[in-house]
């Protein structure tokens, strides 16, 4: 079993930049791929960037694609989601989520275990 804490979220302008973290729990921080999620009011949760176990592969969605940067310390039970150019669009609250299948899915329901979420505002 794993608990992880999100943090780093608030409030920035357009094209400025944030970076957030997941701080997970346990020992067997290192068996988990790591998703990142976000859901804006309204709409549905949706996947943002995932990284494998070892941080060999990254996933990340359409959207974010090179303005957004997944990466793990396994030593410090930790993840980041460093987040660069940043737009209106991209507000929304920000989950990261851990799941123990041996690739990373973009599916919120194969997660195990969730944070309780972080606000991200972008004023444009």
């Known amino acids: 079993q794993v608990q992880l804490v999100e943090s780093g979220g608030g409030l920035v302008q357009a094209g400025g930049s944030l970076r957030l973290s997941c701080a997970a729990s346990g020992r067997t921080f290192s068996i988990y791929n790591i998703g990142w999620f976000r859901q804006a009011p309204g709409k549905e949760r949706e996947f943002v960037a995932g990284?494998?176990?070892?941080?060999?592969?990254?996933v990340y969605a359409d959207s974010v694609q090179g303005r957004f940067t997944i990466s793990r310390d396994n030593a410090k039970n930790t993840v980041l989601l460093q987040m660069n150019s940043l737009k209106a669009e991209d507000t929304a609250a920000y989950y990261c989520?851990?799941?123990?299948?041996?690739?990373?899915?973009?599916?919120?329901?194969?997660?195990?275990?969730w944070g309780q979420g972080t606000q991200v505002t972008v004023s444009s």
């Open positions: 989520a851990a799941d123990s299948r041996i690739l990373i899915t973009k599916v919120a329901g194969s997660y195990d275990y």
């Open positions: 990284i494998s176990r070892t941080g060999g592969s990254t």
